[in-house]
């Protein structure tokens, strides 16, 4: 069982910058590929970022590639999702998740473990 715990989220401007951070207390934290997922009023939970065990592979969704940058510190079992330029369109509850996997994979879908979620809102 993997216990996750978002925090940062808060009410930005349009352009502004947040930073999400994701804990995962345990020793098996660098055996899982993390992701953070979002899902805004109405619509479907949708894939952000993945990074690999080792942090070294990343995959970015098209909407946010070039924003928001995914990383990992297996020492500190915590993976981080920085959101720069934001949008309004970026407004939802993002999530962590975690998956057991192979060696430098970056899943969009099949994720065992979530965390609850921490809102991120943009204002226009």
């Known amino acids: 069982q993997v216990q996750l715990v978002e925090s940062g989220g808060g009410l930005v401007q349009t352009g502004g910058s947040l930073a999400l951070s994701c804990a995962a207390p345990g020793d098996t934290f660098s055996n899982y590929a993390m992701g953070w997922f979002r899902q805004a009023p109405g619509k479907e939970r949708e894939f952000v970022a993945a990074?690999?065990?080792?942090?070294?592979?990343?995959h970015y969704a098209d909407s946010v590639k070039g924003r928001f940058t995914i990383s990992r510190d297996n020492a500190k079992n915590t993976v981080t999702l920085r959101l720069r330029g934001l949008k309004p369109e970026d407004t939802a509850v993002y999530f962590c998740?975690?998956?057991?996997?192979?060696?430098?994979?970056?899943?969009?879908?099949?994720?065992?473990?979530w965390g609850q979620g921490t809102q991120v809102s943009v204002s226009s």
């Open positions: 990074v690999s065990r080792a942090g070294r592979v990343t």
């Open positions: 998740a975690a998956v057991w996997t192979v060696t430098g994979a970056t899943p969009i879908q099949g994720y065992d473990y």
